[in-house]
């Protein structure tokens, strides 16, 4: 709670709101709200006996006290929640260019299909025969995940793209320990994402960081002289996190094989690619892809997500298990003859699966290719038109996002990206990804998404070039933004630190 103040409130999509919706009047917290033996709802007697809990949990399970849970009416809570809501930002409300995040607009057909009774009523624990459709579902989605990636089979249980990673750095140990020469270290780039680093550690292995050259790709040169007989594998983002395409892939995955180690595709953001090129195809040996930013599931607060990940056939058989597959007698589910067991407790978040699998039903072959087309079309659109805004530190043309600094904005108007981000919240739209990745000074990461019209673009456009103007001028105004939101400032270590779930005034 303590972090989400700098995200509440907030015009949206352009259109500066006249006013906030019930004035300035703070929102209690739901506990505010409580009263002693309200009740949202109650039932009519039913006949059937109560039973004391003592006689049910074994001692020392039952805590002393019933928790402290806020009892209000339905009525209450209804409106409490309906005005948070129109106090916060979300992907319904407007452009939210978070680099990195592909927080594209998620069609609503996804609810529906993911709300039918005959899937969200299911219990995972029901036996095969009876939910034969939802095996049918998983394996289906299996299936077009491998098409689009070029590889052979896929596991749905990873529940998050930095989960996928683990899973496959799991996979990388097993196949490496399988051949009985087990390595030690892992390459990834010094752009990268900073789940990488943390799932290699968690997985076991040492970070060995790879240099970005000039180009703002992986520098070849050192590479060479990085990769050896300990190296377990590289991980890639390719586009990587500078928005930049890596075009030595192919040369980049021989080095990798040549000295025996794997390539793991980071496919958190898969939509520049998609139905362009493969992973597959790049030599890619292990690849996780983020259901919850390329393939229309909702991540906004958190998740749920989803972080499949689809392997090359001679990693097959260590996936994680059960997995569904079609026999003569329809699915039924198996663990893979060498698996590294279970990373969920069940088969994933199976509702998320449901809804990239309509949106992949839904958008086609050739609309995943034009997906491509828009999302890069949109960025380098909005990168050309703000060069002569904020600088662009790299030449090459961008893919579906780009990088942008504003070192010397901060060094001319002692204005920081932090200022400008917080600015453009006024204009009425999401800030884009600030100080990531680490490699560019103020970086300020932009991501228009496939899913905003030209208008909005430009709209956009134009907007960040009036923010900065107006540090140019004067650098006061950049610094006190977001004055027109609920929450203004907030001082961000303190509201890390010191959770105060409490409103006082
Ligand atoms: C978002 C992201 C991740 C991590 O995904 P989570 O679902 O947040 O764990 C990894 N790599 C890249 C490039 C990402 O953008």
């Known amino acids: 709670m303590g972090a989400v103040p700098e995200l509440l409130g907030g015009p949206g999509g ?28 109650s039932f009519r007697e039913t006949g059937v006996p109560e039973w004391d809990p003592e006689e049910l949990v074994p001692a020392g399970h039952l805590a002393p006290e019933p928790p402290a849970l806020p009892e209000v ?46 899937l969200a009523r299911c219990h995972p624990a029901q036996p095969a025969e009876q939910v034969q459709g939802w095996l049918g579902l998983m394996a289906a989605l299996e299936d077009v995940l491998c098409r689009v990636t070029g590889m052979a089979a896929a596991t749905l249980q990873p529940a998050a793209g930095a989960q996928g990673e683990l899973t496959g750095l799991l996979l990388m140990r097993a196949w490496h320990a399988a051949r009985g020469r087990p390595r030690r270290r892992v390459l990834i780039p010094d752009s990268a994402h900073g789940t990488n680093p943390a799932s290699v550690t968690l997985a076991g292995f040492e970070v060995v960081e790879v240099p970005t050259d000039r180009r703002g790709l992986v520098d070849l040169e050192a590479l060479r002289g990085l990769v050896d007989e300990d190296v377990a594998g590289l991980m890639l983002t390719n586009p990587n996190t500078l928005g930049l395409f890596e075009t030595d892939i192919v040369e980049i995955a021989s080095l990798v094989h040549g000295a025996g180690g794997l390539l793991y595709y980071d496919g958190a953001n898969l939509n520049a690619i998609l139905g362009v090129v493969r992973p597959g195809d790049m030599g890619f040996d292990i690849v996780h892809l983020n259901l919850h930013k390329t393939f229309a599931v909702p991540h906004g607060g958190g998740g749920p ?76 659109y909005l990168r050309e038109r703000l060069r002569d805004v904020l600088d662009v530190p790299y030449d090459e043309p961008c893919m579906h996002e ?78 006190s933004a977001p004055r027109t939101t609920p929450v203004g400032r907030v001082d961000e270590v303190q509201a890390a630190k010191r959770l105060r779930l409490r409103w006082e005034p």
């Open 14 to 41: 352009g259109q500066a709101r006249s006013a906030p919706v019930l004035g300035d009047r703070p929102e209690p917290t739901v506990f505010e709200l409580s009263s002693p033996g309200r009740r949202a709802w």
């Open 73 to 118: 009416s339905e009525r209450d809570l209804v409106a409490h929640v309906t005005r948070l809501t129109a106090r916060n930002y979300s992907v319904d409300l407007g452009a939210y260019p978070l680099g990195s995040c592909t927080m594209k607009y998620n069609p609503k057909v996804c609810d529906v299909t993911s709300a039918l009774p005959a």
């Open 402 to 479: 780009f990088v942008a600094s504003a070192a010397a904005l901060r060094r001319e108007a002692g204005v920081r990206a932090l200022d400008l981000a917080k600015r453009f919240i006024e204009e009425g739209f999401h800030p884009p990804t600030m100080y990531f990745p680490l490699i560019v000074d103020e970086a300020l990461m932009i991501e228009p998404t496939e899913t905003e019209s030209p208008q909005t673009v430009e709209a956009m456009a134009e907007a960040l070039t009036r923010v900065v103007a107006e540090a140019r001028a004067d650098g006061s105004a950049a610094a």
């Open 305 to 380: 997500g989803s972080g499949p990940v689809a392997v090359a056939e001679r990693l097959v058989p260590f996936l994680p298990g059960p997995r569904p597959v079609e026999g003569p007698d329809g699915f039924r589910w198996e663990v893979p003859e060498r698996s590294i067991g279970r990373i969920h407790s069940w088969h994933g978040n199976a509702l998320a699966l449901v809804r990239a699998y309509t949106y992949l039903l839904l958008t086609g072959g050739d609309g995943l290719r034009r997906v491509a087309d828009g999302a890069v079309l949109n960025a380098r």
